[in-house]
């Protein structure tokens, strides 16, 4: 069963940075299209980060300049750096290949900015 395990959030002021990591059970993911999506609530899941094959990133304009996308294939791992973190950042953040896959979707991990 392949599994995508999200780790890294926490509770943190505005102004400050988490590191998120996302760790996949299968090797073959490092060939994937890795996304990481964030879902706030009463809002629909968005993907807000990108890394394609030969390190091509992309993001959503909310977060471009803040966050950074990036992957360590020897350690079948996607990380999500974020920087000067906004309260409208608070969400549960998922990694999922693009396009997703149902059956990807793990347990995702909480981000929430506040004072």
């Known amino acids: 069963q392949v599994q995508l395990v999200e780790s890294g959030g926490g509770l943190v002021q505005p102004g400050g940075s988490l590191r998120l990591a996302c760790v996949a059970s299968?090797?073959?993911?490092?060939?994937?299209?890795m996304g990481w999506y964030r879902q706030a609530p009463g809002n629909q899941r968005e993907l807000v980060a990108g890394?394609?094959?030969?390190?091509?990133?992309d993001y959503t304009d909310s977060v471009k300049g803040r966050f950074t996308v990036s992957r360590n294939s020897a350690k079948n791992t996607v990380y999500l750096e974020m920087n000067n973190l906004k309260p409208e950042d608070t969400a549960v953040y998922y990694c999922?290949?693009?396009?997703?896959?149902?059956?990807?979707w793990g347990q995702g991990t909480q981000v929430t900015v506040s004072s």
């Open positions: 999922n290949t693009i396009p997703d896959v149902r059956e990807y």
């Open positions: 299968r090797s073959s993911f490092r060939l994937s299209a």
């Open positions: 890394i394609y094959s030969g390190g091509r990133t």
